[in-house]
């Protein structure tokens, strides 16, 4: 079973960048979708953005312009570029990978990012 591990996070000043990425150890194959989750403090995980295997992405409104997802390679299927950061984008941030049939691996402990002076 693969095992999906970020990285990337860190702490950052606003207006600031981060590129994140997402590795996997193990074999994964007929992937549908990737995508970021971000959980802040006290709510509930949230997708954040995602990309199919067609091509076709899909962001939060509130990221939409500043982040973006892409697909990269067999070790390090996706990164996730994050600018123009703002407090708002404080939170773990996980990686998942889909296949038509469900997961293709098991979620890491996710990374934190967060937005301060």
């Known amino acids: 079973q693969a095992q999906f591990v970020e990285s990337g996070g860190g702490v950052v000043q606003p207006g600031g960048s981060l590129t994140r990425s997402c590795a996997v150890s193990g074999i994964i194959y007929e992937v549908a979708m990737m995508a970021w989750y971000r959980q802040a403090p006290g709510k509930e995980r949230e997708s954040v953005a995602s990309?199919?295997?067609?091509?076709?992405?899909n962001y939060l409104d509130s990221v939409k312009g500043r982040f973006t997802i892409s697909r990269d390679n067999a070790k390090k299927p996706t990164s996730l570029q994050m600018n123009m950061l703002g407090p708002e984008a404080t939170g773990v941030y996980f990686c998942d990978i889909q296949g038509g049939s469900g997961a293709l691996g098991r979620w890491g402990q996710g990374t934190q990012v967060t937005v301060s002076l």
């Open positions: 990309i199919t295997a067609a091509g076709r992405t």
